[in-house]
């Protein structure tokens, strides 16, 4: 017990020092990134005040292309439109679950639909950092067999 209090201590402050994207996909123009540490809840697009902003942990560049793309109507590819799939439930995440999405989303190996369980599950913080670790020990556990 008193390692696993440990365990979720250290899991805690290396999430708040990860760094994420985030990504109006009301506007598609605005974005920002910062540390978890360093967000507020009431965290919204600077534009247009919208608050559907999808969490961006990996290649934000391209991601951030890839949405611009589908805003102009261009023709996607069938895994551009995965990503965008993905972004916008990211955004859905966000919006309903604030910063505790954010926390969730850096965790390692948990995408927006693992996200989506976890958030879910968890009742109070303490039970969402327990999910987390149970969450990325499965990722590390399979993550051999991914693409």
């Not at 990134?33 to 247009?48: E, L, P």
Request: proline share 1%; glycine share 4%.
């Amino acid at each position: 017990e008193r390692a696993e209090k440990i365990i979720n201590k250290l899991k805690k402050k290396r999430i708040k020092k990860q760094k994420v994207d985030v990504l109006c996909i009301y506007c598609g123009k605005w974005s920002d990134n910062f540390r978890i540490k360093n967000n507020q809840d009431d965290t919204k697009c600077k534009q247009g005040g919208a608050r559907m902003l999808a969490i961006i942990t990996y290649d934000a560049k391209r991601l951030k292309k890839i949405y611009k793309k589908h805003k102009n109507k261009h023709t996607l590819t069938a895994e551009e439109e995965d990503e965008i799939k993905r972004l916008r439930i990211s955004a859905n995440l966000f919006l309903s679950y604030g910063k505790d999405a954010v926390i969730t989303m850096a965790a390692r190996g948990i995408g927006p639909e693992t996200a989506k369980r976890v958030l879910r599950a968890s009742r109070d913080h303490d039970q969402l950092y327990k999910n987390i670790i149970k969450a990325e020990r499965n990722y590390a556990r399979t993550k051999r067999f991914w693409d």
